[in-house]
């Protein structure tokens, strides 16, 4: 089930990320290009970010400890917005998905994205009861 709410809440936030033009992302949808295909192109582009989160930004990340440490964690910021544009590279093998125009748009893009999830979290965590 959290993967499902991930994959939503990520859907949700590469939206609002679209929506602004100065971040040059967009999501091209798969044809015929309605409402419904623009969405499950917005929910499988979430999932394969999540899976590529998860898969490589684990490995990035555990191999960069040194350099968190040393750039006080900003490095993580580079790290996801290079996981950002690794899923639009691999999206971009098909005639839709996710385009990053340029990586350093796809690191902001990947800030605000990481905002987005931080206050999902916020509103979405499990209550542990007392």
Do not use: C
Request: charged share 10%.
């Amino acid at each position: 089930m959290g993967f499902l709410v991930r994959v939503v809440v990520n859907a949700f936030a590469i939206w609002i990320v679209t929506l602004m033009p100065a971040l040059q992302v967009t999501v091209i949808a798969f044809p015929p290009g309605e409402t419904l295909q623009y969405v499950l192109t917005l929910l499988i582009v979430a999932a394969i970010f999540a899976i590529v989160n998860t898969i490589i930004g684990t490995i990035i990340k555990i191999i960069s400890i040194p350099l968190y440490i040393l750039t006080l964690g900003l490095i993580g910021l580079l790290i996801n917005g290079f996981l950002l544009w690794l899923t639009a590279w691999i999206t971009s093998f098909w005639n839709w998905g996710l385009r990053v125009e340029d990586f350093w748009w796809g690191v902001v893009a990947a800030i605000v994205i990481t905002i987005i999830n931080w206050i999902a979290g916020i509103f979405l965590r499990p209550r542990h009861r007392d």
